[in-house]
Protein backbone atom coordinates (compact mmCIF):
# COMPACT_ATOMS: atom_id res chain seq x y z
CA UNK A 1 0.00 0.00 0.00
CA UNK A 2 1.04 3.68 -0.79
CA UNK A 3 0.77 6.45 1.78
CA UNK A 4 -1.59 7.99 0.05
CA UNK A 5 -3.70 5.40 0.11
CA UNK A 6 -3.30 5.34 3.81
CA UNK A 7 -3.69 8.96 4.20
CA UNK A 8 -1.92 11.54 6.40
CA UNK A 9 -3.87 10.50 9.96
CA UNK A 10 -4.04 6.83 8.90
CA UNK A 11 0.02 6.82 8.67
CA UNK A 12 0.63 9.07 11.91
CA UNK A 13 -1.55 6.20 13.88
CA UNK A 14 0.19 3.03 12.07
CA UNK A 15 3.35 4.98 13.36
CA UNK A 16 2.18 6.17 16.58
CA UNK A 17 1.51 2.17 17.12
CA UNK A 18 5.31 1.34 16.34
CA UNK A 19 6.96 3.89 18.36
CA UNK A 20 4.26 4.06 21.42
CA UNK A 21 4.87 2.81 25.27
CA UNK A 22 6.12 6.07 26.28
CA UNK A 23 8.20 6.94 29.53
CA UNK A 24 6.24 7.82 32.34
CA UNK A 25 6.66 11.10 32.73
CA UNK A 26 5.34 12.01 29.36
CA UNK A 27 1.83 13.27 29.95
CA UNK A 28 1.12 13.80 26.06
CA UNK A 29 2.48 12.25 23.32
CA UNK A 30 1.45 11.44 19.66
CA UNK A 31 -1.82 12.85 18.76
CA UNK A 32 -2.13 16.03 20.04
CA UNK A 33 -1.14 19.40 19.20
CA UNK A 34 2.08 18.91 21.34
CA UNK A 35 4.19 16.53 23.74
CA UNK A 36 4.12 17.61 26.86
CA UNK A 37 6.12 15.97 29.62
CA UNK A 38 7.36 16.65 33.71
CA UNK A 39 10.60 17.77 34.47
CA UNK A 40 12.60 18.52 37.71
CA UNK A 41 15.08 21.43 37.86
CA UNK A 42 17.94 20.61 35.42
CA UNK A 43 19.41 21.68 32.53
CA UNK A 44 17.71 21.08 29.55
CA UNK A 45 19.34 20.71 26.21
CA UNK A 46 18.34 20.19 22.23
CA UNK A 47 19.55 20.14 18.94
CA UNK A 48 17.42 19.42 15.27
CA UNK A 49 19.33 17.93 12.27
CA UNK A 50 17.81 17.42 8.82
CA UNK A 51 18.44 14.38 6.12
CA UNK A 52 17.65 15.16 2.76
CA UNK A 53 17.68 12.75 0.31
CA UNK A 54 20.26 12.85 -2.54
CA UNK A 55 22.40 14.97 -0.17
CA UNK A 56 22.62 13.15 3.17
CA UNK A 57 21.90 9.54 1.65
CA UNK A 58 20.75 7.49 -1.19
CA UNK A 59 17.86 4.78 -1.38
CA UNK A 60 19.93 3.07 -3.24
CA UNK A 61 22.05 2.09 -0.95
CA UNK A 62 20.14 3.14 2.22
CA UNK A 63 18.07 1.01 3.67
CA UNK A 64 14.95 2.65 5.34
CA UNK A 65 15.96 0.82 8.89
CA UNK A 66 19.33 2.43 8.11
CA UNK A 67 18.02 5.77 7.17
CA UNK A 68 16.00 5.91 10.23
CA UNK A 69 18.67 4.35 12.93
CA UNK A 70 21.14 7.40 11.29
CA UNK A 71 18.44 9.94 11.35
CA UNK A 72 18.04 9.88 15.00
CA UNK A 73 21.66 8.45 15.95
CA UNK A 74 23.20 11.86 14.67
CA UNK A 75 20.88 14.03 16.69
CA UNK A 76 21.54 11.01 19.61
CA UNK A 77 25.20 12.52 19.22
CA UNK A 78 25.08 15.72 19.33
CA UNK A 79 23.09 15.32 22.69
CA UNK A 80 26.04 13.31 23.81
CA UNK A 81 28.63 16.00 22.69
CA UNK A 82 26.83 17.86 25.49
CA UNK A 83 27.18 15.81 28.07
CA UNK A 84 23.44 15.03 28.08
CA UNK A 85 20.63 12.09 28.40
CA UNK A 86 18.39 12.30 25.33
CA UNK A 87 14.87 11.64 26.57
CA UNK A 88 12.15 13.08 23.91
CA UNK A 89 12.18 12.86 20.37
CA UNK A 90 9.84 14.72 17.51
CA UNK A 91 10.20 13.22 14.00
CA UNK A 92 9.17 15.85 10.67
CA UNK A 93 9.19 13.31 8.05
CA UNK A 94 9.15 14.33 4.56
CA UNK A 95 7.55 11.63 1.78
CA UNK A 96 6.39 11.03 -2.19
CA UNK A 97 2.67 10.64 -1.85
CA UNK A 98 4.21 6.53 -3.19
CA UNK A 99 5.79 5.37 -0.95
CA UNK A 100 5.22 2.13 0.32
CA UNK A 101 3.95 2.03 3.98
CA UNK A 102 6.04 -0.73 4.50
CA UNK A 103 8.82 1.37 4.03
CA UNK A 104 7.75 4.00 6.74
CA UNK A 105 7.17 1.40 8.82
CA UNK A 106 10.65 -0.06 8.44
CA UNK A 107 11.99 3.65 8.71
CA UNK A 108 10.39 3.90 12.78
CA UNK A 109 11.51 0.61 13.00
CA UNK A 110 15.22 1.39 12.39
CA UNK A 111 14.29 4.64 15.03
CA UNK A 112 12.94 2.05 17.14
CA UNK A 113 15.84 -0.01 17.60
CA UNK A 114 17.72 3.28 18.99
CA UNK A 115 14.91 4.39 21.50
CA UNK A 116 14.74 1.36 23.00
CA UNK A 117 18.56 0.36 23.24
CA UNK A 118 18.76 4.77 25.01
CA UNK A 119 15.32 4.42 26.70
CA UNK A 120 14.20 8.01 24.02
CA UNK A 121 10.49 8.39 23.61
CA UNK A 122 9.00 9.68 20.35
CA UNK A 123 6.62 12.12 21.46
CA UNK A 124 5.64 13.82 18.10
CA UNK A 125 6.42 15.42 15.27
CA UNK A 126 4.33 15.46 11.94
CA UNK A 127 4.26 13.28 8.20
CA UNK A 128 4.11 15.81 5.13
CA UNK A 129 4.07 14.96 1.39
CA UNK A 130 7.09 16.00 -0.41
CA UNK A 131 8.81 15.66 -3.61
CA UNK A 132 12.39 13.74 -2.20
CA UNK A 133 12.39 11.90 1.58
CA UNK A 134 13.30 14.02 3.90
CA UNK A 135 13.53 13.01 7.93
CA UNK A 136 14.06 16.46 10.28
CA UNK A 137 14.40 14.87 13.89
CA UNK A 138 15.07 17.70 17.78
CA UNK A 139 16.08 15.75 20.30
CA UNK A 140 15.61 17.04 24.15
CA UNK A 141 17.37 15.61 26.69
CA UNK A 142 18.79 16.78 30.30
CA UNK A 143 21.64 16.91 32.25
CA UNK A 144 23.48 18.36 35.18
CA UNK A 145 26.71 19.01 33.76
CA UNK A 146 27.36 20.52 30.17
CA UNK A 147 30.20 19.62 27.63
CA UNK A 148 30.66 22.68 25.22
CA UNK A 149 33.52 23.27 22.15
CA UNK A 150 34.22 26.54 24.12
CA UNK A 151 35.83 25.59 26.76
CA UNK A 152 39.33 23.84 26.25
CA UNK A 153 42.27 25.68 27.67
CA UNK A 154 45.92 25.50 26.72
CA UNK A 155 47.79 22.43 28.16
CA UNK A 156 44.81 20.41 27.54
CA UNK A 157 45.35 17.12 25.92
CA UNK A 158 43.45 15.99 23.38
CA UNK A 159 41.31 12.90 23.18
CA UNK A 160 38.98 10.96 21.01
CA UNK A 161 36.37 7.91 21.27
CA UNK A 162 36.50 4.31 19.28
CA UNK A 163 38.71 4.67 16.24
CA UNK A 164 38.15 7.05 13.17
CA UNK A 165 37.43 6.93 9.00
CA UNK A 166 35.67 4.24 9.01
CA UNK A 167 32.13 6.10 8.09
CA UNK A 168 33.83 7.99 5.33
CA UNK A 169 35.53 5.22 3.88
CA UNK A 170 32.13 2.72 4.29
CA UNK A 171 30.59 6.01 1.73
CA UNK A 172 33.73 5.71 -0.45
CA UNK A 173 32.97 1.88 -0.72
CA UNK A 174 28.91 2.06 -1.25
CA UNK A 175 29.84 4.91 -3.79
CA UNK A 176 32.21 3.41 -6.10
CA UNK A 177 30.65 -0.14 -5.33
CA UNK A 178 33.79 -1.59 -4.35
CA UNK A 179 34.23 -5.37 -2.73
CA UNK A 180 36.02 -6.20 0.12
CA UNK A 181 36.11 -9.25 2.46
CA UNK A 182 33.03 -9.79 3.35
CA UNK A 183 33.26 -8.53 7.41
CA UNK A 184 35.15 -5.86 6.46
CA UNK A 185 32.42 -4.69 4.10
CA UNK A 186 30.00 -4.94 7.01
CA UNK A 187 31.82 -3.00 9.41
CA UNK A 188 32.23 -0.39 7.01
CA UNK A 189 28.88 -0.18 5.71
CA UNK A 190 27.83 -0.30 9.74
CA UNK A 191 30.37 2.87 10.34
CA UNK A 192 28.73 4.67 7.62
CA UNK A 193 24.90 4.09 8.02
CA UNK A 194 24.06 2.81 11.80
CA UNK A 195 26.65 5.07 13.68
CA UNK A 196 26.54 4.29 17.55
CA UNK A 197 26.05 7.79 19.43
CA UNK A 198 28.20 7.58 22.20
CA UNK A 199 25.35 8.85 24.75
CA UNK A 200 26.74 7.04 27.82
CA UNK A 201 30.54 8.11 26.92
CA UNK A 202 29.45 11.91 27.02
CA UNK A 203 28.18 11.30 30.11
CA UNK A 204 30.89 9.89 31.53
CA UNK A 205 32.48 12.70 30.87
CA UNK A 206 30.52 15.09 32.15
CA UNK A 207 30.49 13.51 35.49
CA UNK A 208 33.75 13.15 35.70
CA UNK A 209 34.96 16.97 35.07
CA UNK A 210 35.81 17.07 31.42
CA UNK A 211 34.47 20.36 30.36
CA UNK A 212 35.01 20.84 26.61
CA UNK A 213 33.83 18.35 23.96
CA UNK A 214 32.82 17.88 19.81
CA UNK A 215 31.04 14.97 18.29
CA UNK A 216 32.72 14.19 14.92
CA UNK A 217 30.36 14.89 12.03
CA UNK A 218 32.60 16.93 9.92
CA UNK A 219 35.59 15.09 9.80
CA UNK A 220 38.05 15.16 12.73
CA UNK A 221 40.72 18.52 11.93
CA UNK A 222 37.36 20.11 10.89
CA UNK A 223 35.39 19.79 13.64
CA UNK A 224 38.67 20.00 16.19
CA UNK A 225 39.18 23.76 14.78
CA UNK A 226 35.80 24.21 15.29
CA UNK A 227 36.05 23.45 19.03
CA UNK A 228 39.92 25.06 18.65
CA UNK A 229 38.06 28.48 17.61
CA UNK A 230 35.30 28.27 20.24
CA UNK A 231 37.32 28.10 22.83
CA UNK A 232 40.33 30.73 21.51
CA UNK A 233 42.91 28.29 21.25
CA UNK A 234 45.00 26.28 18.44
CA UNK A 235 45.43 22.65 18.67
CA UNK A 236 48.61 20.10 17.50
CA UNK A 237 47.67 16.73 16.31
CA UNK A 238 49.71 13.66 16.21
CA UNK A 239 49.11 12.25 13.26
CA UNK A 240 50.76 9.06 14.18
CA UNK A 241 48.56 8.38 17.24
CA UNK A 242 44.93 8.66 15.36
CA UNK A 243 43.35 5.65 16.43
CA UNK A 244 42.48 4.69 12.33
CA UNK A 245 39.63 1.93 12.00
CA UNK A 246 41.41 -1.46 11.79
CA UNK A 247 39.09 -2.06 8.38
CA UNK A 248 40.32 1.45 7.38
CA UNK A 249 43.76 0.28 7.79
CA UNK A 250 42.94 -2.83 5.59
CA UNK A 251 40.61 -1.73 2.64
CA UNK A 252 42.12 1.73 2.30
CA UNK A 253 45.59 1.40 3.02
CA UNK A 254 46.68 4.88 0.95
CA UNK A 255 43.81 7.00 1.66
CA UNK A 256 43.62 5.64 5.45
CA UNK A 257 45.38 8.77 7.56
CA UNK A 258 42.98 11.23 5.00
CA UNK A 259 39.52 9.14 5.59
CA UNK A 260 40.45 9.64 9.88
CA UNK A 261 41.46 13.09 9.19
CA UNK A 262 38.80 14.53 7.60
CA UNK A 263 36.34 12.08 6.40
CA UNK A 264 33.29 13.24 8.43
CA UNK A 265 30.68 11.12 9.94
CA UNK A 266 32.42 9.39 12.47
CA UNK A 267 30.14 10.37 15.23
CA UNK A 268 32.91 9.54 17.79
CA UNK A 269 33.57 12.47 20.66
CA UNK A 270 36.61 14.39 20.72
CA UNK A 271 37.33 16.07 24.17
CA UNK A 272 40.03 17.92 25.76
CA UNK A 273 41.57 18.08 29.13
CA UNK A 274 44.04 18.11 31.85
CA UNK A 275 46.01 15.13 31.90
CA UNK A 276 45.16 14.12 35.10
CA UNK A 277 41.16 14.11 34.10
CA UNK A 278 41.89 12.41 30.84
CA UNK A 279 43.63 9.48 32.60
CA UNK A 280 40.36 8.94 34.85
CA UNK A 281 38.02 9.14 32.30
CA UNK A 282 40.08 6.53 30.63
CA UNK A 283 39.19 3.84 33.39
CA UNK A 284 36.07 4.69 33.47
CA UNK A 285 34.73 4.76 29.90
CA UNK A 286 33.15 2.11 28.01
CA UNK A 287 35.23 2.59 24.77
CA UNK A 288 38.68 2.66 23.51
CA UNK A 289 40.20 6.50 24.20
CA UNK A 290 43.15 8.07 22.52
CA UNK A 291 45.25 11.02 23.26
CA UNK A 292 45.86 12.35 19.79
CA UNK A 293 47.13 16.25 20.48
CA UNK A 294 47.46 18.74 23.06
CA UNK A 295 45.84 22.61 22.82
CA UNK A 296 48.02 25.06 22.25
CA UNK A 297 48.17 28.89 23.08
CA UNK A 298 48.35 30.00 19.20
CA UNK A 299 45.91 31.48 16.63
CA UNK A 300 42.19 30.88 17.36
CA UNK A 301 40.95 27.84 15.40
CA UNK A 302 44.27 26.40 13.95
CA UNK A 303 45.10 22.73 14.28
CA UNK A 304 48.26 22.05 12.83
CA UNK A 305 49.40 18.09 12.27
CA UNK A 306 53.45 17.02 13.35
CA UNK A 307 54.63 13.48 12.63
CA UNK A 308 56.31 11.13 15.28
CA UNK A 309 59.81 13.15 14.49
CA UNK A 310 58.07 16.18 14.81
CA UNK A 311 57.75 17.51 11.46
CA UNK A 312 55.00 19.06 10.62
CA UNK A 313 52.50 17.30 7.94
CA UNK A 314 49.85 18.99 5.37
CA UNK A 315 46.09 17.88 5.38
CA UNK A 316 45.12 16.77 1.90
CA UNK A 317 41.78 18.22 1.75
CA UNK A 318 39.62 19.90 4.51
CA UNK A 319 36.02 18.83 5.88
CA UNK A 320 33.20 18.18 4.37
CA UNK A 321 31.10 21.03 4.30
CA UNK A 322 27.42 21.83 2.77
CA UNK A 323 27.12 24.04 -0.07
CA UNK A 324 30.82 24.46 -0.63
CA UNK A 325 33.04 23.49 -3.96
CA UNK A 326 36.10 21.25 -3.11
CA UNK B 1 25.79 36.59 -3.14
CA UNK B 2 24.55 32.75 -3.53
CA UNK B 3 24.41 30.45 -0.46
CA UNK B 4 27.01 28.27 -2.14
CA UNK B 5 29.63 30.96 -2.32
CA UNK B 6 29.15 31.79 1.41
CA UNK B 7 29.19 28.27 2.80
CA UNK B 8 27.37 26.63 5.48
CA UNK B 9 29.34 27.67 8.06
CA UNK B 10 29.88 31.59 6.98
CA UNK B 11 25.50 31.35 6.57
CA UNK B 12 24.90 29.78 10.07
CA UNK B 13 27.16 32.83 11.52
CA UNK B 14 25.26 35.13 9.98
CA UNK B 15 21.49 34.19 10.61
CA UNK B 16 23.05 34.01 14.13
CA UNK B 17 23.45 37.72 14.41
CA UNK B 18 19.59 38.23 13.36
CA UNK B 19 18.50 35.70 15.99
CA UNK B 20 21.16 36.25 18.19
CA UNK B 21 20.65 38.00 22.41
CA UNK B 22 19.23 34.91 24.06
CA UNK B 23 17.52 35.28 26.76
CA UNK B 24 19.20 35.16 30.52
CA UNK B 25 18.09 31.27 31.26
CA UNK B 26 19.75 30.06 27.84
CA UNK B 27 23.23 28.90 28.54
CA UNK B 28 24.49 28.05 25.07
CA UNK B 29 22.68 29.02 22.23
CA UNK B 30 23.33 28.55 18.38
CA UNK B 31 26.68 27.23 17.61
CA UNK B 32 27.07 24.17 19.69
CA UNK B 33 26.48 20.80 19.73
CA UNK B 34 23.06 21.39 21.16
CA UNK B 35 21.79 24.40 23.11
CA UNK B 36 20.94 24.40 26.56
CA UNK B 37 18.98 26.44 29.13
CA UNK B 38 18.03 25.84 32.63
CA UNK B 39 14.30 24.75 33.42
CA UNK B 40 12.61 24.19 37.37
CA UNK B 41 10.41 21.97 37.57
CA UNK B 42 7.57 22.39 35.64
CA UNK B 43 5.70 20.68 32.32
CA UNK B 44 7.59 20.97 29.03
CA UNK B 45 6.00 20.95 25.89
CA UNK B 46 7.66 19.97 22.27
CA UNK B 47 6.07 20.55 18.74
CA UNK B 48 7.69 20.71 15.06
CA UNK B 49 6.42 20.92 12.05
CA UNK B 50 7.73 21.29 8.49
CA UNK B 51 7.08 23.33 5.37
CA UNK B 52 7.49 21.94 1.86
CA UNK B 53 8.38 24.01 -0.86
CA UNK B 54 5.32 23.87 -3.85
CA UNK B 55 3.92 21.57 -0.83
CA UNK B 56 3.23 23.81 1.87
CA UNK B 57 3.76 27.15 -0.06
CA UNK B 58 5.39 28.90 -3.27
CA UNK B 59 7.42 30.99 -3.87
CA UNK B 60 5.57 32.42 -6.35
CA UNK B 61 3.24 34.09 -3.96
CA UNK B 62 4.85 33.87 -0.86
CA UNK B 63 7.75 36.28 0.70
CA UNK B 64 10.86 34.83 2.18
CA UNK B 65 9.78 37.16 5.40
CA UNK B 66 6.30 35.78 5.56
CA UNK B 67 7.56 32.13 5.32
CA UNK B 68 9.51 32.45 8.08
CA UNK B 69 6.79 34.02 9.98
CA UNK B 70 4.36 31.43 8.85
CA UNK B 71 6.77 28.37 9.83
CA UNK B 72 7.14 29.65 13.18
CA UNK B 73 3.74 30.86 13.67
CA UNK B 74 2.31 27.67 13.29
CA UNK B 75 4.77 25.83 15.75
CA UNK B 76 4.35 28.25 18.20
CA UNK B 77 0.32 27.71 17.88
CA UNK B 78 0.66 24.10 18.52
CA UNK B 79 2.10 25.31 21.78
CA UNK B 80 -0.76 27.99 22.22
CA UNK B 81 -3.63 25.04 21.41
CA UNK B 82 -1.58 23.23 24.94
CA UNK B 83 -1.96 26.09 27.02
CA UNK B 84 1.95 26.63 26.90
CA UNK B 85 4.45 29.29 26.91
CA UNK B 86 6.67 29.09 24.02
CA UNK B 87 10.56 29.57 24.80
CA UNK B 88 12.97 27.99 22.63
CA UNK B 89 13.10 27.12 18.50
CA UNK B 90 15.10 25.17 16.08
CA UNK B 91 15.76 25.55 12.92
CA UNK B 92 16.65 23.44 10.10
CA UNK B 93 16.15 24.91 7.02
CA UNK B 94 17.08 23.00 3.51
CA UNK B 95 17.98 25.15 0.48
CA UNK B 96 19.01 24.80 -2.94
CA UNK B 97 22.76 26.09 -3.24
CA UNK B 98 21.87 28.91 -5.83
CA UNK B 99 19.19 30.49 -3.41
CA UNK B 100 20.17 34.57 -2.69
CA UNK B 101 21.65 34.92 0.95
CA UNK B 102 19.64 37.83 1.08
CA UNK B 103 16.29 35.58 1.22
CA UNK B 104 17.84 33.52 3.70
CA UNK B 105 18.10 36.64 5.85
CA UNK B 106 14.71 37.65 5.20
CA UNK B 107 13.89 34.32 6.06
CA UNK B 108 15.30 34.64 9.56
CA UNK B 109 13.93 38.11 9.47
CA UNK B 110 10.38 37.27 9.41
CA UNK B 111 10.76 34.49 12.50
CA UNK B 112 12.40 37.45 14.00
CA UNK B 113 9.67 39.57 13.91
CA UNK B 114 7.69 36.77 15.81
CA UNK B 115 10.70 35.79 18.17
CA UNK B 116 10.63 39.50 19.67
CA UNK B 117 6.97 39.63 19.77
CA UNK B 118 6.75 36.49 22.02
CA UNK B 119 10.19 36.11 23.85
CA UNK B 120 11.13 32.98 21.77
CA UNK B 121 15.08 32.32 21.55
CA UNK B 122 15.76 30.52 18.29
CA UNK B 123 18.83 28.56 20.01
CA UNK B 124 19.65 26.24 17.48
CA UNK B 125 19.58 24.23 14.48
CA UNK B 126 20.91 23.73 11.10
CA UNK B 127 21.50 24.53 7.60
CA UNK B 128 21.47 22.02 4.60
CA UNK B 129 21.37 21.80 0.93
CA UNK B 130 18.52 21.06 -0.85
CA UNK B 131 16.75 20.57 -4.01
CA UNK B 132 13.71 22.31 -2.50
CA UNK B 133 13.22 24.48 0.22
CA UNK B 134 12.24 22.80 3.55
CA UNK B 135 11.61 24.73 6.63
CA UNK B 136 11.83 22.27 9.47
CA UNK B 137 11.01 23.65 13.52
CA UNK B 138 10.68 22.57 16.54
CA UNK B 139 9.38 24.57 19.67
CA UNK B 140 9.89 23.88 23.14
CA UNK B 141 7.95 25.51 25.81
CA UNK B 142 7.00 25.39 29.30
CA UNK B 143 3.32 25.72 31.22
CA UNK B 144 1.51 24.69 34.50
CA UNK B 145 -1.96 23.69 33.36
CA UNK B 146 -2.43 21.87 29.97
CA UNK B 147 -5.12 21.96 27.05
CA UNK B 148 -5.32 18.09 25.33
CA UNK B 149 -7.71 17.52 22.89
CA UNK B 150 -8.91 14.51 24.98
CA UNK B 151 -10.73 16.26 27.53
CA UNK B 152 -13.93 17.23 26.24
CA UNK B 153 -16.71 15.93 27.96
CA UNK B 154 -20.75 16.36 26.81
CA UNK B 155 -22.69 19.17 28.20
CA UNK B 156 -19.75 21.78 27.11
CA UNK B 157 -20.17 24.16 25.02
CA UNK B 158 -17.89 24.95 21.88
CA UNK B 159 -15.82 27.83 21.20
CA UNK B 160 -13.65 29.27 18.56
CA UNK B 161 -10.95 32.19 19.24
CA UNK B 162 -11.12 35.18 16.05
CA UNK B 163 -12.73 35.03 12.83
CA UNK B 164 -12.76 31.78 10.51
CA UNK B 165 -12.57 31.32 6.55
CA UNK B 166 -9.65 34.47 5.79
CA UNK B 167 -6.63 32.09 5.38
CA UNK B 168 -8.08 29.79 3.05
CA UNK B 169 -9.57 32.53 1.48
CA UNK B 170 -6.29 34.07 1.15
CA UNK B 171 -4.61 31.16 -0.82
CA UNK B 172 -7.63 30.93 -3.16
CA UNK B 173 -7.13 34.47 -3.68
CA UNK B 174 -3.52 33.87 -4.06
CA UNK B 175 -3.70 30.85 -6.57
CA UNK B 176 -6.30 31.78 -8.74
CA UNK B 177 -4.83 35.40 -8.93
CA UNK B 178 -8.23 37.16 -8.17
CA UNK B 179 -8.80 40.82 -7.56
CA UNK B 180 -10.43 42.40 -4.38
CA UNK B 181 -10.37 45.91 -3.16
CA UNK B 182 -7.20 46.49 -1.43
CA UNK B 183 -7.99 46.27 1.91
CA UNK B 184 -9.96 43.11 1.75
CA UNK B 185 -7.04 41.62 -0.10
CA UNK B 186 -4.83 42.88 2.55
CA UNK B 187 -6.70 41.40 5.21
CA UNK B 188 -6.86 38.07 3.28
CA UNK B 189 -3.45 37.66 2.42
CA UNK B 190 -2.05 38.62 5.97
CA UNK B 191 -5.01 35.51 7.21
CA UNK B 192 -3.03 32.99 5.32
CA UNK B 193 0.68 33.89 5.25
CA UNK B 194 1.10 36.04 8.20
CA UNK B 195 -1.31 34.07 10.82
CA UNK B 196 -1.03 35.35 14.74
CA UNK B 197 -0.95 32.82 17.19
CA UNK B 198 -3.11 32.70 20.19
CA UNK B 199 -0.68 31.74 22.79
CA UNK B 200 -1.59 34.92 25.37
CA UNK B 201 -5.38 33.18 24.70
CA UNK B 202 -3.71 29.42 25.20
CA UNK B 203 -2.64 30.34 28.66
CA UNK B 204 -5.52 32.61 29.74
CA UNK B 205 -7.84 29.54 28.54
CA UNK B 206 -5.15 26.97 30.32
CA UNK B 207 -4.97 29.36 33.92
CA UNK B 208 -8.96 29.65 34.11
CA UNK B 209 -10.35 26.13 33.90
CA UNK B 210 -10.74 25.47 30.64
CA UNK B 211 -8.87 21.68 29.77
CA UNK B 212 -9.88 20.76 26.18
CA UNK B 213 -8.23 22.55 22.74
CA UNK B 214 -7.27 22.36 19.43
CA UNK B 215 -6.20 25.05 17.65
CA UNK B 216 -7.41 24.93 14.03
CA UNK B 217 -5.36 23.97 11.05
CA UNK B 218 -6.87 21.55 8.91
CA UNK B 219 -10.08 23.27 9.16
CA UNK B 220 -13.12 23.71 11.85
CA UNK B 221 -14.93 20.62 10.93
CA UNK B 222 -12.20 17.86 10.89
CA UNK B 223 -10.27 19.72 13.13
CA UNK B 224 -13.07 19.13 16.04
CA UNK B 225 -13.85 15.87 14.89
CA UNK B 226 -10.12 15.32 16.03
CA UNK B 227 -10.97 16.56 19.08
CA UNK B 228 -14.07 14.68 19.26
CA UNK B 229 -12.39 11.35 18.50
CA UNK B 230 -9.46 11.99 21.14
CA UNK B 231 -12.15 12.66 24.11
CA UNK B 232 -14.72 9.87 22.59
CA UNK B 233 -17.69 12.32 22.36
CA UNK B 234 -19.71 13.79 19.56
CA UNK B 235 -20.23 17.72 18.49
CA UNK B 236 -23.38 20.10 17.32
CA UNK B 237 -22.26 23.09 15.30
CA UNK B 238 -24.60 25.89 14.76
CA UNK B 239 -23.62 27.36 11.52
CA UNK B 240 -25.42 30.54 11.84
CA UNK B 241 -22.93 30.99 14.49
CA UNK B 242 -20.06 30.54 12.74
CA UNK B 243 -17.70 33.55 13.19
CA UNK B 244 -17.18 34.20 9.71
CA UNK B 245 -14.29 36.54 8.90
CA UNK B 246 -15.70 39.79 7.66
CA UNK B 247 -13.49 39.71 3.99
CA UNK B 248 -14.61 36.61 3.36
CA UNK B 249 -18.44 37.25 4.26
CA UNK B 250 -17.50 40.28 1.57
CA UNK B 251 -14.96 38.17 -1.48
CA UNK B 252 -16.43 34.98 -1.09
CA UNK B 253 -20.10 35.41 -0.27
CA UNK B 254 -21.33 32.10 -1.75
CA UNK B 255 -18.29 29.80 -0.53
CA UNK B 256 -17.91 31.65 2.83
CA UNK B 257 -19.74 28.95 4.87
CA UNK B 258 -17.60 26.02 3.46
CA UNK B 259 -14.27 28.34 3.65
CA UNK B 260 -14.67 29.14 7.51
CA UNK B 261 -15.91 25.19 7.81
CA UNK B 262 -13.27 23.56 6.06
CA UNK B 263 -10.96 26.18 4.75
CA UNK B 264 -7.99 25.34 7.12
CA UNK B 265 -4.81 27.16 7.99
CA UNK B 266 -6.68 29.89 10.32
CA UNK B 267 -4.90 28.76 13.85
CA UNK B 268 -7.71 30.25 16.16
CA UNK B 269 -7.90 27.64 18.99
CA UNK B 270 -11.24 25.99 19.36
CA UNK B 271 -11.97 24.96 23.26
CA UNK B 272 -14.84 23.70 24.97
CA UNK B 273 -15.73 24.05 28.48
CA UNK B 274 -18.62 24.46 31.21
CA UNK B 275 -20.86 27.13 30.02
CA UNK B 276 -19.76 29.12 33.30
CA UNK B 277 -16.03 28.95 32.51
CA UNK B 278 -16.10 29.99 29.02
CA UNK B 279 -18.68 33.65 30.18
CA UNK B 280 -15.46 33.91 32.64
CA UNK B 281 -13.11 33.37 30.07
CA UNK B 282 -15.03 35.65 27.25
CA UNK B 283 -14.45 38.46 29.77
CA UNK B 284 -10.60 37.70 29.89
CA UNK B 285 -9.80 36.77 26.58
CA UNK B 286 -7.85 39.56 24.26
CA UNK B 287 -9.76 38.67 21.11
CA UNK B 288 -12.85 37.75 20.16
CA UNK B 289 -14.73 34.50 21.39
CA UNK B 290 -17.85 32.82 19.62
CA UNK B 291 -20.01 30.04 20.83
CA UNK B 292 -20.83 27.85 18.07
CA UNK B 293 -21.73 24.35 19.64
CA UNK B 294 -22.06 21.85 22.33
CA UNK B 295 -20.12 18.66 22.75
CA UNK B 296 -22.71 15.63 23.11
CA UNK B 297 -23.05 11.82 23.94
CA UNK B 298 -22.59 10.31 20.94
CA UNK B 299 -20.47 8.18 18.52
CA UNK B 300 -17.18 9.86 19.20
CA UNK B 301 -15.84 11.97 16.63
CA UNK B 302 -18.90 12.35 14.83
CA UNK B 303 -19.69 16.27 13.96
CA UNK B 304 -23.35 17.21 13.26
CA UNK B 305 -24.25 20.59 11.54
CA UNK B 306 -27.28 22.50 12.06
CA UNK B 307 -28.98 25.39 10.88
CA UNK B 308 -31.62 27.97 13.32
CA UNK B 309 -34.53 25.72 12.58
CA UNK B 310 -32.57 23.23 14.02
CA UNK B 311 -32.42 21.31 10.39
CA UNK B 312 -29.69 19.30 10.23
CA UNK B 313 -26.93 20.46 7.10
CA UNK B 314 -24.37 18.87 5.17
CA UNK B 315 -20.62 20.06 5.06
CA UNK B 316 -19.76 20.27 1.16
CA UNK B 317 -16.60 18.80 1.15
CA UNK B 318 -14.28 17.43 4.16
CA UNK B 319 -10.44 19.14 5.52
CA UNK B 320 -7.10 19.54 4.04
CA UNK B 321 -5.47 15.83 4.76
CA UNK B 322 -2.09 15.09 3.30
CA UNK B 323 -1.78 12.63 0.87
CA UNK B 324 -5.51 12.01 0.43
CA UNK B 325 -7.16 12.54 -2.53
CA UNK B 326 -10.05 14.90 -2.84
Redo the contacts between chains.
Keep these: MK ?2 E ?4 G ?1 IELLAKIVGGTGSDV ?2 GI ?20 L ?1 Q ?3 FTLRTTTWRELGWKGLAVNL ?3 A ?2 G ?1 LPK ?1 A ?3 L ?1 LP ?1 DTEVKSVVELYEGMAELTHLFDVAI ?10 V ?1 L ?1 L ?1 V ?2 T ?1 QN ?1 L ?3 AAVPGDHIAVTGYLGASAAGLVMLQRGLRFDKEIAASLREAHLKPYPRVVEGQTLARHGVRA ?3 LSDGLVGDLAKLCK ?1 SGVGARLFIDRIPIHPSVHTAFKDDRLNLALSGGEDYELLFTSSVEVIDKVKRLMPCPVTVIGEIVDEEPGRVRLFDEQGNEAKLEKGGW ?5 H
Design positions: VSLGEFLLVGDDAACWRTDASIQLATSDAIDVHSDIAMGYLVSGGVGGDVVASPIMSAVGTITRSAIDAEHFAH
